[in-house]
């Protein structure tokens, strides 16, 4: 009988645990081919969402847990759970019911046609305020045209994926991790399943517009070197303008004498050029800052406390584990 693990990142979900649990439970029973395990990654929840999960994997022998020793962030929290799952098939899911598990046999249908994953893509944004949708529209563009990797409108992280495809993605072990743009960078075969926006059922979002902000900023300068382009070709058409200008000036200097008032055009090139120069030191410290990160070489996430059995999973050497 195939496996299929299913990694879901949570952090303070302590609402909306169970729920979850005996919603997912209930499609899975539907799906008698193959054989489903839980993996709860606990991403540093500092409500009883780790006691939750230890409730449930004393009561389920299919549901493991791994938890962190603070909040890594959602990221790191697929990165985990799919580094522990062994399954034929890894489905990725947030634990809110925004990812409707009523999916699962429309999943599984796409990979018995041959596709290597199928992800599900949101066609409404309901519930969702009117300013975070544009920015969003937005920012798929702007990655689009600037990255080779083709974001898809309304994508979502939910998505089942093969096991070869689960391992180039575990190939990818880059620190600042933007796994809609990974998901599109690794390739393979994709179909794309259409849903209907769901709310949150209990419980909050945990994205702030900050955060989101960051979040897409690193998803661009992850994948492409174009706003480093843009700076060089910025630079260069304002050298040319200054070119042209210093000719102008020197010209008319010669031709009809030193012209005294000036201030409105100094003043606009002087602040046109401090702001294009921020900018571009901006977007070079961007990418400073992601090799910085990079080569400190930090663990994605450190584990604290864990039911999967580590030493038959081959991570560990037998003599780290005590300390675990
Ligand atoms: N999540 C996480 N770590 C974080 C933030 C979120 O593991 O630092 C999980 C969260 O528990 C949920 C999923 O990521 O299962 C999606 O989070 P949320 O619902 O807040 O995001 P949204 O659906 O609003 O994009
Ligand atoms: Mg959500």
Excluded at 113 to 125: H, I, K, L, P, W
Excluded at 131 to 154: H, K
């Amino acid at each position: 009988m195939k496996t299929i693990d299913l990694v879901v990142p949570c952090y303070n979900e302590e609402d909306v645990l169970h729920m979850f649990f005996e919603e997912t439970n209930k499609v899975i029973l539907t799906i008698p081919d193959y054989q489903f395990r839980y993996i709860f990654v606990d991403d540093g929840s500092r409500d009883n969402t780790l006691s939750i999960l230890m409730e449930l994997a004393e009561k389920h022998d299919n549901v493991k847990y791994i938890s962190f020793s603070r909040n890594f962030g959602k990221e790191a929290g697929i990165y985990a759970g799919l580094k522990y799952s062994q399954g034929d098939y890894v489905i990725v899911m947030d634990a809110d019911l925004q990812h409707p598990p009523a999916l699962f046999p429309a999943m599984l249908q796409g990979i018995n046609e041959g596709y290597d994953c199928c992800a599900a893509m949101r066609t409404s944004r309901k519930g969702e305020s009117k300013i975070r949708s544009a920015f969003s529209r937005t920012f798929y563009r702007l990655s689009n045209r600037l990255t080779n990797v083709d974001l898809v409108q309304g994508a979502v992280d939910y998505r089942i994926m093969t096991r070869q495809m689960v391992n180039s993605v575990l190939d990818m072990s880059e620190r600042q991790r933007f796994s809609k743009g990974i998901f599109a960078w690794v390739g393979y075969k994709t179909k794309w399943i259409p849903y209907e926006n769901v709310e949150r059922p209990l419980g909050t979002t945990k994205w702030s517009f900050l955060g989101l902000f960051k979040y897409a900023v690193s998803g661009i300068t992850g994948f492409s070197v174009a706003p480093l382009r843009m700076v060089t070709f910025m630079g260069s058409l304002i050298s040319i303008g200054a070119f042209i200008y210093i000719i102008i000036t020197i010209a008319h200097t010669l031709v009809s004498g030193i012209d005294v008032p000036g201030y409105a055009t100094t003043l606009c090139a002087v602040l046109f050029l401090g702001g294009i120069l921020e900018l571009s030191i901006g977007i070079l410290g961007e990418y400073i800052a992601n090799i910085y990160m990079e080569v400190k070489e930090r663990p994605i996430f450190i584990l604290k406390n864990t039911n999967i059995d580590l030493i038959a999973h081959n991570e560990f050497e037998r003599d780290k584990i005590s300390s675990l």
